[in-house]
């Protein structure tokens, strides 16, 4: 262990303290809406366990995943407590239905089968399930289609409810644009989210919670707020898009802050090719740092030449490919000490990268740049109380 608290090659600092202040600032954004906190992914890559436990300490009252599997781990969690609801919507045919229902967990359903599925688990666990129909208002993912058959599955599960095999505790949908201020998408997924739940109700549907808004959402969209909004990425500081604001703007702190330390520090002369196909080329004579991270860490390879590494209070760039395990930079002369610091990406305030800057050096997201640092690389989380 390093002075951080981090391992000898690399780690991932996690600010549960920024998180919880996150969560703050968004609840304050959606005031008189639920909040549900987004942890699937690992909590896109920060510790679904921790980050969750932070969350609810600062006042979510429910917990979102992806998988069943992710589902089932947080509530085996003793202290989560019993009223912190847990919501999972991505179901295969094979998944443990039973378990979830077991377990008390809030099963989305899109289609027909998914409501034969969970119907038939809740009868076999004596049981009744908690239930929440997902409507596609236009994003054409996951989600059951609006006319006839939204009518035949909010048929079927009222007739369920009223066998007492099910509960339908929500009505819900995701936006496609959200990120995108303008988007014609908005308005027009506003307008039948509000067309499909009406309809709903007005077949007895009682939901506890109605919830379209997500990070995006949250932050600019008042109107889409309802029961109940869900951030994902913007809890754990980060935009969920440029063109809205940067996290700064918003209020938001990044929670990572992603450093290793160097392997090498070496001289090279002019000329040297650097990595594999020697796409880089020292234009003279230099000192080169090696970075023991690689894209089998979840570094994008194709921040090559491009990514910004923050290294003896300078900003570097990738100097040639980025390989499985490691990478280089041209210190430009400089001779840090191995062992030195190379901070990939952190909140930006002590002059390094930030996980935007890696998200435009590669021309992707930052959600990926997060979510995509793989278990070699070990979190540190830091102000848990």
């Given amino acids: 262990m390093n002075e951080t608290g981090g391992t000898s090659r690399a780690w991932a600092e996690i600010d549960l303290g920024a998180l919880r202040e996150n969560v703050r600032v968004l609840k304050e954004r959606a005031t008189g809406a639920q909040f549900m906190a987004v942890v699937k992914a690992d909590g896109y890559g920060h510790g679904a366990i921790p980050c969750a436990r932070a969350a609810v300490a600062a006042g979510a009252t429910w917990l979102g995943t992806a998988t069943p599997q992710e589902a089932l781990a947080l509530r085996a969690q003793p202290w989560l407590p019993p009223d912190v609801r847990v919501l999972c919507w991505l179901w295969t045919p094979a998944d443990p239905w039973q378990d979830a229902v077991e377990a008390g967990i809030d099963v989305s359903v899109s289609g027909m089968w998914a409501l034969d599925a969970v119907t038939e688990a809740a009868r076999r666990a004596e049981k009744p399930a908690r239930v929440q129909l997902k409507a596609d208002t236009g994003l054409g993912r996951n989600g059951c289609q609006p006319g006839a058959d939204w009518e035949a599955l909010v048929a079927a599960a009222r007739r369920a409810e009223a066998d007492g095999v099910l509960r339908v505790t929500g009505l819900w949908s995701h936006f496609a644009c959200a990120d995108e201020p303008g988007h014609p998408s908005i308005a027009a997924q506003l307008t039948r989210f509000r067309e499909m739940t009406a309809y709903a109700e007005g077949q007895g549907v009682r939901p506890e919670v109605r919830h379209i808004a997500n990070s995006a959402a949250t932050l600019t969209l008042p109107e889409t707020h309802f029961d109940l909004v869900r951030p994902g990425v913007a809890m754990y500081g980060i935009s969920p898009s440029p063109d809205l604001g940067t996290s700064a703007d918003f209020g938001l702190r990044p929670v990572m802050r992603l450093a290793a330390s160097l392997a090498l520090v070496k001289q090279v002369p002019g000329g040297h090719g650097v990595s594999y196909g020697h796409q880089y080329v020292t234009p003279g004579e230099t000192t080169l740092g090696l970075v023991p991270v690689g894209y089998g860490d979840g570094v994008p390879r ?76 070990p979190r540190v989380h830091l102000n848990e109380s």
């Fill in 302 to 377: 194709h921040a090559s030449g491009t990514g910004p590494v923050l290294v003896d209070g300078k900003w570097r760039t990738v100097a040639g490919r980025i390989a499985m395990d490691q990478f280089v930079v041209d210190l430009g002369g400089d001779r840090p000490a191995e062992g030195a610091q190379a901070v990939l990406f952190g909140p930006g305030d002590r002059g390094e990268p930030t996980a935007e800057d890696w998200a435009q050096a590669a021309g992707t997201i930052a959600y990926e740049i997060v979510t995509r640092i793989g278990p070699r690389v």
